[in-house]
């Protein structure tokens, strides 16, 4: 059994910043690509930014330059930080990860942008 397990969401003010973190646990042999997709309400789940691990992470464009994914091998874990944030942003957040060649996808944290 494999789990993800994200953390770091809530609630901040427009301009503010916040850091997601989701951490991997189980009987894990190999972890391919990790990243994070959010949905908001009446919207279809998005990528937001994923990290195959061998190469530049990919970043929907509404995020560029505003979020950065970095990784954790030897934790299993990947981490979003959000800086800039805007309402825009606000949406459930989802880790996923290629655990074992399947498809793994967290609880979701949210992530709400309000004054």
């Known amino acids: 059994q494999v789990q993800l397990v994200e953390s770091g969401g809530g609630l901040v003010r427009p301009g503010g910043s916040l850091r997601l973190a989701c951490v991997a646990s189980?009987?894990?042999?190999?972890?391919?690509?990790m990243g994070w997709f959010r949905q908001a309400p009446g919207k279809q789940r998005e990528l937001v930014a994923i990290d195959a691990g061998g190469g530049r992470p990919n970043y929907a464009d509404s995020v560029k330059g505003r979020f950065t994914i970095s990784r954790d091998n030897a934790k299993n874990a990947v981490y979003l930080q959000m800086d800039s944030l805007n309402p825009e942003d606000t949406a459930s957040y989802y880790c996923?990860?290629?655990?074992?060649?399947?498809?793994?996808w967290g609880q979701g944290t949210q992530v709400t942008v309000s004054s």
């Open positions: 996923f990860a290629a655990v074992n060649r399947a498809p793994k």
């Open positions: 189980g009987n894990i042999v190999a972890i391919g690509a």
